[in-house]
């Protein structure tokens, strides 16, 4: 009997060391589960909150171009590209913990000192902070230990970029192409002159002579159909220097994606699938008298141009319409050709103003890239230009204002493409 129960107490016994054994594992599996768990969550929200810091920097660097306003655009631009993201589990209200703002959004000089103004602007950083990501299990653990600090209820986590502007290897002009004139190096801007007027013409297939401007297709054909679709929005990007370029046939098609740029339509077409411009007020001789070089872009109008003529900037920062402040077609016409039907195969206009459709889906599609090529149509460099005015017709005479080369930090170029070039357009690249 003796030997019975001292048995059946060394079995008690076992069993109580084997409970609290298991209870101790239990504990500390709890806690790697929870450093899996929330430590995975935290992982997530940074790896999302990241990823709209690079969006932020990335979209704002677009707008680093000398100007007085290009801070205040890169806010606007960088806070838009940043909150379109999803954070906290791709929460499209980043769990209510509050989106980038402008006073996160803050730039450098080229000596990396904040900038006087923002023509002197080369980098900018994004950086915010998501307070109070909640954690699960590792704040039960604190139930388990007492200490609360060392498990807390929520943490922050903390995201920057940094991005500047830099040499693309390849990038998206449009399928224009421009030709140096005599003795015109890039020293001298190929011999034209920032804020002169220049016509593209349509030979048909023949090509340009030195000191032309025509439609050259960047993928090296002669289809007139590739030339819109080129032109068109997501249209084709990857053009490199040596390139060949093709001279496509008679226009059949290129004014309605032209136009699209200047927020005018026709039939179904509307500005939230085609977008406009920030503004589609435009500029020819009947209402900009300004002598060569003209200037559309940043010049101040001569005397006889019309009553609503400002410069593109100006323009461009009122979210001004073709009409100005209107969204009659004809209107627009007859401010910019002196003629109201001269667009009648067109429709509507987006709309102007802070509440319109130029704020709304607009962003930079008139200061465009345009290759510069030598007698063989290879492409040797780029420049900036403005486009001016729209298309009545495919077959109509467009003109384009020179604005330098593109791969200037004063160009007010932003373009698209692969950053790692050395003499290409300036495109936005992360650097930290």
Known sequence: MRGNDAGGRFARRQGGA?????????????????????????FIVKTELQTAMDSCALAAAQELDSQASSMSRARSAGMTAANANGVNLQSPSWDGKGKVTSAEITFKDAAYAPPTAGCCARYVQCEH??????????HAMAAFTGDSAAFPASRDVVASAVATRASAQSTCPIPVAIMARP????????????????????????????????WYNLDGSRSASETAAELSEGGRCGTRIG?????PGAQTSVDRPWNFRFGIYKNADS??????DQTGYAYTEANWKNAVPQNAFSGTPAAGSHPTAQNYITKRAAFASFADTGSNLKTGSQIAFNDSNKLNSFHKLATPGAGGQHRQYGYSRRVVVVPVINGSAQVIDYVCMF???????PNDTARLEFRGLASIPETPCAPSGMPGGSAGPLVPVLVR
């Open 387 to 393: 486009m001016l005015h729209p298309l009545s017709g």
């Open 271 to 276: 500005p939230s699938e085609h977008h406009p």
């Open 183 to 214: 003795g015109g190096t890039p020293a001298n801007n190929f011999g034209f002159l920032v804020g002169e007027w220049v016509t593209v013409f349509d030979k048909a297939g023949v090509g340009i002579s030195p000191g032309e401007m025509g």
């Open 129 to 138: 902070r998501q307070a109070g990501v909640r954690t699960w299990l590792m």
């Open 18 to 42: 084997v409970m609290l054994m298991v209870c101790f594992l239990l504990f500390f599996l709890l806690g790697f589960v929870a450093i899996a768990f929330d430590f995975g969550r935290l």
């Open 243 to 247: 390139d060949t370029l093709g001279t």
